[in-house]
């Protein structure tokens, strides 16, 4: 909790809110920068919030991660950084990025698994 405010006062310039009842919410703040770029479209702000759904927008790194990831669900993030010529730490954020966004999922270990690529645009 300390944290949320923290960065939350950061970040939004708000305060998160906390309520307690049969459901434990949080509501965090976010200023139009935040938003501009994950936030909900001019349509869905006119759904209900719970069926909207967050416009993502791919950066070029991402676009070649989701394309290697097409051709090649089984690499890891080793093989990956090998391909791309990148940093495995560059790959891990990258995908982390991508797994928050709800772009990429990954299926079973982290050495028999495998990716799938959810973004259809």
């Keep these: 909790m300390r944290n949320s405010y923290k960065y939350t006062k950061m970040y ?3 305060e998160p809110s906390f309520t307690e009842a049969d459901v434990f919410t949080t509501v965090i703040p976010l200023s139009e920068v935040a938003t501009a770029t994950v936030g909900p479209t001019t349509q869905d702000t006119t759904q209900d919030t719970t069926q909207s759904t967050a416009q993502v927008v791919l950066s070029e790194r991402d676009k070649m991660l989701v394309n290697l990831l097409m051709k090649h669900p089984d690499y890891t993030q080793t093989k990956i950084a090998e391909e791309l010529d990148w940093d ?6 990258y ?9 990429i999922m990954r299926h079973g270990t982290s050495q028999s698994g495998y990716w799938e690529v959810l973004y259809k645009g």
């Design 12 to 14: 939004s310039g708000g």
């Design 95 to 103: 995908m982390n990025k991508l797994k928050k966004n709800s772009v």
């Design 88 to 93: 495995v730490n560059t790959v891990k954020y």
